[in-house]
Every structure is written in C-alpha cells, then in structure tokens.
T-cell receptor
Framework: GAVVSQHPSRVICKSGTSVKIECRSL??????MFWYRQFPKQSLMLMAT???????TYEQGVEKDKFLINHASLTLSTLTVTSAHPEDSSFYIC????WGSGNTIYFGEGSWLTVV | SQQGEEDPQALSIQEGENATMNCSYK?????LQWYRQNSGRGLVHLIL?????REKHSGRLRVTLDTSKKSSSLLITASRAADTASYFC????????????FGQGTTLQVKP
C-alpha cells in the first residue's frame, strides 16, 4: 500500500539553529501534504497545508517565517524549523494523500525534535 | 476552537471485551475519520465516514455517525492486547480529506 516516509525520525539541535524535516510519498504522487505537531500526551494540531508548486497555507497562530514549508515536487515536502528554541521541541508528523492513494490519508512515522 | 472532544480519555478493558469510544464535534463536517496511534509513532488510518453516511464497518471496527448530535462512536469488538493504543477521531470540514482537526484522543489499554 501507499507509504509516507519521514526523515529524520529523531533529531537534536542546538537552540538558535535550523533543522529540516522531510516528508516523502513513496509510491504515489501527493499534490497536498499536511504538517502537524504533537506535544507529549496531547493531540495533533494542524500547522499547515503544503501545496505542490505553490505557497503553503498556514493555520492561525503558526508562524510562517519560523516554520518554512517547501513542496517542490509531487513526492516531497520539507518543514524547516528556523531559529529553533526549546519550546519547539515536539513530535512533527506529516500526512499525504493524492493521486493513487484514493481518499485514504497516510501519515508518516513522525519526527521527534529536541532543541537543547 | 473547532476541536472535538473524545470520551473516555482513558479506557482499560480485558481481552475479548468490546471497547467503545465516543467523539463529539462542534460544527458541520464533510467527513470524520478515526486513527490509531501507538506510543511515539505515526498514525494509522482506520475508517473514514462521510457526513451522509451513518455507519461503517471494517473487520472488528464499527463506526457510527450522528450528524444531528454531532457525534461519532468507534466500537472495537473482541479486543486484543495488540489493540492497546491511543485512538483519535478527526473531523474534516472540506472535501480535502487530509485537512483534519483532531480530538483529544482516547487511550485504550487491553489487558491480556
């Protein structure tokens, strides 16, 4: 079946640096991908909609200059956390659905970000 | 906030018993989905039910949707220890089934 892959699964970065997380659809084309964040023992919160070939659409309260999203191809979206701070430490999960996946949305395995 | 609520927040049952989780939401939806998440892992899609549907089945799972009450339920029959996980309902407000608002989730523990 369709698979969405995220990389890295875990990353530790120093405060003030930037870190990039990749989300790939492995066997289908994803015109739209979604980025969520999840704090421990909490639910998922939609951060933004990543649109292939155009700008991402951010949810209210999400800083677009801090969370840069690029969806340059039909199989890859990247989330870059810029000038990371300890409060950005979280579980970031992407999802994708599009041609070839039917209506089913597939989630990546998530990326644990720890900012020290 | 459009975020829905789930109850119970935590549920502990014996293997073989049925588990029922409920989800309520606040505004009209296009679709409602249920997901499962094992600790620290990604989500697994279980069932999608559209606003014009009332019930769906998939294996041991049964989902109902009552749009007049803005609520849904997930029933897992004959539970197994491997069903231990967190379960989330997620509501979609557009035909884009990927744009979801998640409920707070129910943590299910199935004791062997």
């Amino acid at each position: 079946g369709a698979v969405v892959s995220q990389h890295p699964s875990r990353v530790i970065c120093k405060s003030g640096t930037s870190v990039k997380i990749e989300c790939r659809s492995l066997d289908f084309q994803a015109t739209t991908m979604f980025w969520y964040r999840q704090f421990p023992k909490q639910s998922l919160m939609l951060m933004a909609t990543s649109n292939e070939g155009s700008k991402a659409t951010y949810e209210q309260g999400v800083e677009k200059d801090k969370f840069l999203i690029n969806h340059a191809s039909l199989t890859l979206s990247t989330l870059t956390v810029t000038s990371a701070h300890p409060e950005d430490s979280s579980f970031y999960i992407c999802s994708a659905g599009g041609w070839g996946s039917g209506n089913t949305i597939y989630f990546g395995e998530g990326s644990w970000l720890t900012v020290v | 906030s459009q975020q829905g609520e789930e109850d119970p927040q935590a549920l502990s049952i014996q293997e073989g018993e049925n588990a029922t989780m409920n989800c309520s939401y606040k505004t009209s939806i296009n679709n409602l989905q249920w997901y499962r998440q094992n600790s620290g892992r990604g989500l697994v899609h279980l069932i999608l039910i559209r606003s014009n549907e009332r019930e769906k089945h998939s294996g041991r799972l049964r989902v109902t949707l009552d749009t007049s009450k803005k609520s849904s339920s997930l029933l897992i029959t004959a539970s197994r220890a491997a069903d231990t996980a967190s379960y989330f309902c997620a509501t979609g407000y557009t035909s884009n089934t990927g744009k979801l608002i998640f409920g707070q989730g129910t943590t299910l523990q199935v004791k062997p």
